[in-house]
Structure formats: structure tokens, C-alpha cells
């Protein structure tokens, strides 16, 4: 097949965008909420095609699953979006130089924006509404598992965009095969950035492979230091939240660091974990405590592989630390640089931690699950940037613009 096709028209409907304004921007965006909503059933029927090819037991289920509410969060997101103001046009810099030439440094589009994705067909509207917003073409290449129900959202999409008019290339949703994942690769000279949001597999292979440059939405390898003063209370609550709020995303917990001192209370700061069904890989201090009260179908001892796991499911590392310098080396070793916590009531251990941990988001006594860009304010997300360059952490609209300089003169020549 001629992937080129679909690059060149991605790349002449970014062109189309610059003249829209945001009234249209906006309606088109709370038309497709309500579109979606209307069209749940066919949706839903769609995505359960895609589910009867997948194991129930795989990880990724719970990320392709659709529901109802499910399909009624994504439409709140993109309300959401269209409610946020345009990063676009905004004058970063404002200067006039001796010669009297006039700079501004003024944000603009990426342009078009290429996103790798796997069984997770929200993204096919979250990714839409935040490049739709700021001017963006969006070309996806979704996963085969997630096949019917990415064709689903993407033709009530279109729909919509027919209907206000638009050129319906500003969404692209390339063929599910592997050949259209190289042919994104190699769009360069159309395509500006290449998103990769998916396992670490994925990741890795889209970086290493791509012709075009590449913003990391990286794994999530997170954990929570529960500090010699952490409230017990906090602790059950911010820990039992961060695990088993919804296990197949990347802000869930991984990896539970305790404080020596407080090891007496790991059986309580634990015990809510049980009725959650969550599988415990205890180092060997905190299993010979755990082993007397948690249940034993449900305790393991941990073995080196554990640590440095992102699990995607109902299991967790436990491992006790001597204090939170030896915390903060664990995690320096092991985390994938996304979330990392800690539960404390000392000012000065929490100050340390939130300064000295590297990575995009982290907390003092409240849950990774909110790394989201919804619950960050930013409407919705294109993915978490685990990398340092242009981006890091949830990605919104401010994201998905670079900047241009614009000069007005008046005769001026260099000398």
C-alpha cells in the first residue's frame, strides 16, 4: 500500500487549520462530545469485537474496554478542552531592538502530529481534541487489538468534521497492519513529531527506529515511600488508591518503600490491599512481618526482578528502607522517571524528596493516580512525557506548540 497518500494529505489539511477560529475550533469539539455519546451503542459494539480477540487476564483488556461511562468521561474531556483557552498566538517575548526592529516570540502549531498507540481507543479522541485545538493534523497508527473500536470513534469523528465542513484529513487513522507503523517512521519531511504512548517495548522500538523526532510518553515504574512520620490513616488510603484505582495505567503504584522505624504498622498500612486482591512481593524484613497477617495465597517474597517492574495488575513490591536517603537511592535506581511519593509529616524529609527525586510529577502525601492531564486542568492528555526535552509529565495543549519569531521592519538592512 502507498502510505504516502496519507502524509501528503495530512500535511496539505495542517495548512487548512491555520485559518479556523476558535468558535469553530470549539463548536466542532462539543459537537463530537455529544456525537459520541449518541453513538455509544455502535461504539460499544465495535469494541466488543476487539475484546473477544483479547485474553481477559492480559494487562491491556482493561485499557481497551469500553463502557457507557467510559465513553461519556472521554466527551466530558473534550468539553473540557474546548472550555480551555488557545495556547496559540500567544507572545512569549515582546522586544524592539536600537535598530528598531520589532521581535516577537509567537507560539504556534507543531504541526502534523503522528501518535503510535496500542489497545487504548480513548486515545483516538483525546489525541484528536487537544491537536484539533491547537491547530494540529493528527495522524494515528492504533494497534490491531484495538482495531474496530479506533474505526468507530474515528468515523464519528469524521462525521462530525463533515458536517462544520472541515477537511477531514486534519484526522488521519492509518490501516492497523505493521507496515502503515513503518511507513510513520519514515514520514519525515511530513510528519513534525512522532508520539509513541504504549508498553516499553514500544517505546523503545519507536525511538530507535524513527526517522523523526520523538517525544517519550514513558513507562510508569512508580513508588511510594512511606516515611518514618507518615500518617498511618494517609498511608492506607493514598497507597490502597495508588494501586487498585485502575491497575493498567501508568500513574498505578509499583513499588511500596518503607521505613524501617515503621515496620510494626506495615501489617495495618498494608491490610486494605488484601480486600483489594493485590498479589505482595515482600523483600525479606517486610515478608517475615506481613507473613503472620496478610494472606497467604497473596504474599510472595520478592526476588531482584521485582523491583523495577512496571506490573499493570493487581501486584506489588514491598521493600523496607533504612531511612529516606536509602529511599531516595532505590528509586534513583529503579524508577522509569514518571510518579514518585511520599508520605510524610516531616517538612524537611518532604522537601528533600520533592526536590532530589527525578521525575515529571512528583507528590507528598496524595496519590500518583492523579498524574492525568484532565486532573492536572489541562482538559485531557496526548500522553506522560517522561523525557526532559520540550516536555515532561502530562502533555496539553501548551505541549503541542513551538514557537515562531516574527520581525517587523521598517527598511532596515544588516550592516
Not at 512496571?310 to 506489588?316: D, G, M, P, R, V
Not at 528502607?321 to 531516595?328: D, G, I, P, Q, Y
Request: hydrophobic share 40%.
Amino acid at each position: 500500500m502507498d502510505y504516502k497518500q496519507y502524509f501528503e494529505k495530512a500535511k496539505q489539511a495542517s495548512r487548512n487549520l491555520i485559518s479556523l477560529s476558535k468558535d469553530i475550533t470549539d463548536a466542532v469539539l462539543n459537537d463530537l462530545a455529544e456525537a459520541l455519546v449518541a453513538n455509544t451503542a455502535e461504539i460499544l459494539t465495535e469494541n466488543e469485537k476487539d475484546l473477544a480477540k483479547m485474553s481477559i487476564e492480559d494487562p491491556k483488556y482493561d485499557r481497551l474496554k469500553l463502557s457507557a461511562s467510559r465513553i461519556a468521561d472521554i466527551a466530558n474531556d473534550l468539553k473540557n478542552v474546548a472550555d480551555l483557552n488557545s495556547p496559540l498566538g500567544k507572545i512569549l517575548s515582546d522586544k524592539t531592538l536600537d535598530n528598531q526592529l520589532h521581535i516577537q516570540k509567537v507560539s504556534v502549531p507543531l504541526g502534523v502530529v503522528g501518535v503510535i498507540y496500542e489497545a487504548r481507543p480513548n486515545v483516538t479522541a483525546d489525541v484528536f481534541s487537544l491537536c484539533f485545538k491547537t491547530g494540529n493534523v493528527a495522524v494515528l497508527k492504533g494497534g490491531s487489538d484495538a482495531e474496530f473500536s479506533n474505526l468507530a470513534i474515528a468515523k464519528v469523528i469524521h462525521g462530525v468534521l463533515d458536517n462544520h465542513k472541515i477537511n477531514r484529513d486534519v484526522l488521519t487513522l492509518l490501516p492497523a497492519e505493521r507496515a502503515a507503523t513503518e511507513a510513520l517512521l519514515n514520514a519525515r519531511g511530513f510528519v513534525d513529531v512522532l508520539i509513541p504512548r504504549g508498553s516499553q517495548s514500544l517505546i523503545n522500538y519507536v525511538r530507535e527506529n524513527s526517522k523523526i523526532p520523538v517525544i517519550e510518553t514513558g513507562a510508569g515504574i512508580v513508588h511510594t515511600y512511606f516515611d518514618e512520620s507518615g500518617d498511618l490513616e494517609k498511608g492506607k488510603a493514598i497507597i490502597f488508591n495508588a494501586k487498585t484505582r485502575r491497575v493498567s495505567v501508568c500513574n498505578s503504584l509499583d513499588c511500596v518503600l518503607v521505613n524501617e522505624n515503621r515496620l510494626n504498622d506495615l501489617p495495618a498500612l498494608l491490610s486494605p490491599l488484601a480486600d483489594g486482591n493485590v498479589e505482595l512481593y515482600a523483600d525479606e524484613k517486610s515478608y517475615e512481618v506481613l507473613k503472620s497477617f496478610y494472606p497467604e495465597n497473596l504474599l510472595n517474597q520478592a526476588t531482584p526482578e521485582h523491583f523495577g517492574t512496571e506490573f499493570l495488575s493487581l501486584k506489588l513490591a514491598v521493600k523496607v528502607v533504612e531511612n529516606l536517603t536509602a529511599a531516595l537511592n532505590h528509586i534513583a535506581d529503579y524508577s522509569s522517571k514518571h510518579s514518585e511519593a511520599i508520605i510524610s509529616e516531616d517538612a524537611n524529609n518532604i522537601a528533600k524528596f520533592l526536590n532530589e527525586v527525578d521525575a515529571a510529577a512528583v507528590y507528598a502525601n496524595a496519590s500518583t493516580g492523579f498524574t492525568d492531564g484532565a486532573q492536572f486542568g489541562l482538559g485531557a492528555e496526548i500522553g506522560i512525557s517522561t523525557q526532559k526535552l520540550h516536555a515532561r509529565g502530562p502533555m496539553g495543549l501548551e505541549e503541542l506548540t513551538s514557537y515562531k519569531w516574527v520581525v517587523r521592519g521598517d527598511g532596515q538592512v544588516r550592516k
